[in-house]
């Protein structure tokens, strides 16, 4: 017996004085409130109603009863509305501060139908770090090697004018013995401001023979995009990035970099849920490409 149920039709009948139109109230058939009273009665080995007139009325014992059973009825309510809220917990998230708006928004429509309700927060690479140490978000997208990450993004290097060959060579960037020659710098943004990234770049640029100012790490993701749409200084950046800011892309010939994605969480459920059910959502958010997708996508392309 779902003594829960039986109780609301106790109540209802009890409120209405009539098993019709409590079981109406109650949003069931009066058969079904008949049923359920009688085997609570049956449980507590007492009747509740008294239907020997045509009225029903409370027979003592379901007037001692009444008070309990409206508690119970009230709590069940109660449980049922904080399990929904419970449910419906934000999960906070740091992501790319990269990542396009529509994309994010695409994401988080994404997760709301899988009954999951994202809160994104944009952030850089080491804050994001920051922000899951301190618990300020309960999950984030963290910046880790290729090697470790479900989720990876090519990296090229992007100008106003289209290259000439297939892939860039860093020596061709070396600059001629003419003083006037400008430098074409490399600049690194924010993003790939990390030592997996910054590093094998640096030590490959100097290998080149460029020169240390060549390959420099720009304020911000506007500033170096703005500087390779006015000079001939080339941004370090995925293909969907150039896309968005009308450059040419082209792949380094070496080293190749990839930036590599993964979840960092608290709560082991809201990181399988991430890396499962929101792995292509999450991965069009990153621009990337990636073979390690356990889950399916809940949305189309954006």
Same mark, same amino acid.
């Given at each position: 017996?779902?003594?829960?149920?039986?109780?609301?039709?106790?109540?209802?009948?009890?409120?209405?004085?009539?098993?019709?139109?409590?079981?109406?109230?109650?949003?069931?058939?009066?058969?079904?409130?008949?049923?359920?009273?009688?085997?609570?009665?049956?449980?507590?080995?007492?009747?509740?109603?008294?239907?020997?007139?045509?009225?029903?009325?409370?027979?003592?014992?379901?007037?001692?009863?009444?008070?309990?059973?409206?508690?119970?009825?009230?709590?069940?309510?109660?449980?049922?509305?904080?399990?929904?809220?419970?449910?419906? @917990?934000?999960? #906070?998230?740091?992501?790319?501060? /990269?990542?396009?708006?529509?994309?994010?928004?695409?994401?988080?429509?994404?997760?709301?139908?899988?009954?999951?309700?994202?809160?994104? @927060?944009?952030?850089?690479?080491?804050?994001?770090?920051? %922000?899951?140490?301190?618990?300020?978000?309960?999950?984030?997208?963290?910046?880790?090697?290729?090697?470790?990450?479900?989720?990876?993004?090519?990296?090229?290097?992007?100008? #106003?004018?289209?290259?000439?060959?297939?892939?860039?060579?860093?020596?061709?960037?070396?600059?001629?013995?003419?003083?006037? $020659?400008? #430098?074409?710098? /490399?600049? /690194?943004?924010?993003?790939?401001?990390?030592?997996?990234?910054?590093?094998?770049?640096?030590?490959?640029?100097?290998?080149?023979?460029?020169?240390?100012?060549?390959?420099? /790490?720009?304020?911000?993701?506007?500033?170096?995009?703005?500087?390779?749409?006015?000079?001939?200084?080339?941004?370090?950046?995925?293909?969907? $990035?150039?896309?968005?800011?009308?450059?040419?892309?082209?792949? %380094?010939?070496?080293?190749?970099?990839?930036?590599?994605?993964?979840?960092?969480?608290?709560?082991?459920?809201?990181?399988?849920?991430? #890396?499962?059910?929101?792995?292509?959502?999450?991965? @069009?958010?990153?621009?990337?490409?990636?073979?390690?997708?356990?889950?399916?996508?809940?949305?189309?392309?954006?």
């Amino acid at each position: 017996m779902d003594i829960v149920a039986a109780c609301r039709a106790f109540v209802a009948v009890s409120g209405h004085g009539s098993f019709t139109s409590g079981a109406a109230a109650a949003g069931i058939p009066q058969s079904v409130a008949s049923r359920r009273i009688a085997a609570l009665e049956e449980h507590f080995g007492s009747r509740l109603f008294d239907r020997t007139s045509r009225a029903v009325r409370l027979t003592p014992f379901g007037r001692d009863m009444l008070p309990t059973a409206r508690r119970l009825v009230d709590l069940a309510d109660a449980i049922t509305d904080d399990a929904e809220r419970a449910r419906l @917990r934000p999960l #906070r998230v740091a992501v790319p501060e /990269i990542c396009p708006p529509h994309r994010l928004a695409a994401l988080v429509a994404a997760a709301r139908r899988q009954r999951i309700h994202l809160e994104v @927060r944009p952030a850089g690479p080491q804050e994001r770090e920051q %922000l899951c140490q301190t618990l300020e978000v309960g999950a984030g997208i963290v910046a880790v090697p290729e090697a470790m990450a479900p989720w990876r993004v090519p990296l090229g290097l992007a100008a #106003r004018t289209p290259f000439p060959a297939p892939t860039v060579f860093l020596e061709t960037l070396r600059s001629g013995r003419a003083r006037s $020659q400008a #430098r074409r710098r /490399i600049l /690194i943004q924010p993003e790939d401001d990390v030592a997996h990234l910054r590093d094998p770049l640096t030590r490959a640029g100097q290998s080149a023979g460029l020169a240390p100012a060549q390959v420099s /790490i720009a304020p911000s993701l506007v500033d170096a995009a703005a500087a390779a749409l006015v000079s001939p200084d080339l941004l370090l950046c995925s293909r969907q $990035q150039a896309e968005d800011f009308t450059l040419h892309w082209c792949p %380094l010939a070496g080293p190749q970099l990839l930036r590599g994605y993964d979840v960092a969480a608290g709560v082991p459920e809201d990181l399988a849920r991430l #890396r499962t059910l929101l792995y292509a959502d999450v991965a @069009r958010c990153l621009g990337a490409t990636g073979d390690g997708a356990t889950g399916a996508s809940s949305t189309g392309d954006a």
